[in-house]
């Protein structure tokens, strides 16, 4: 079920029952921005909307588990791309002592080097090439969350 962690799909299934008062297996399309606010899950009405009609496979109005476990994923996975990527930012800012919005590729060769202590000079140099894609000797934001997140 989508990439969410068990424990996750629990909750989701606890919130899914409280609002399937029938039993019937599934929940009108217009309480999921309830269950979402319940969670304190952020999200906009408008990408909600296109979300639903997209995944109300036959158009019932309805959401059973499955197409509401899909729906809530987009949400929750979307909020950890955005905490990961603030992290990542702050680790950036870490090693930007100046504050240019890079960091040098002598830093960089250090960070990779403290992640894997096995790498040989030739090994950080292509992944320093790799990274460091216009050749600027720079790394800007944009460049390290790549390399942070394979994206």
């Known amino acids: 079920?989508?990439?969410?962690?068990?424990?996750?799909i629990s909750v989701l299934r606890k919130a899914f029952d409280a609002f399937d008062r029938e039993r019937s297996g599934s929940i009108p399309?217009?309480?999921?921005?309830?269950?979402?606010?319940?969670?304190?899950q952020p999200f906009n009405k408008k990408i909600l909307d296109e979300l639903i009609e997209e995944v109300d496979a036959d158009?019932?109005?309805?959401?059973?588990f499955d197409e509401f476990i899909t729906l809530a994923a987009k949400f929750i996975v979307e909020e950890d791309d955005e905490a990961m990527q603030?992290?990542?930012?702050?680790?950036f800012r870490l090693y930007d002592k100046e504050g240019n919005g890079y960091i040098p590729t002598t830093c960089l060769r250090e960070i990779l080097r403290e992640l894997d202590d096995q790498l040989t000079n030739e090994e950080l140099d292509m992944m320093i090439d790799e990274i460091d894609s216009d050749g600027s000797g720079t790394v800007d934001f944009d460049e390290f969350m790549e390399m942070m997140t394979g994206e």
């Not at 079920?1 to 996750?8: A, F, V």
């Not at 399309?29 to 606010?37: F, K, S």
């Not at 603030?86 to 680790?91: D, I, N, P, S, T």
């Open 1 to 8: 079920m989508e990439d969410l962690p068990p424990e996750q």
């Open 29 to 40: 399309t217009d309480m999921v921005a309830d269950i979402l606010r319940l969670m304190g």
């Open 59 to 64: 158009k019932s109005g309805r959401l059973e």
């Open 86 to 91: 603030k992290e990542l930012r702050e680790a």
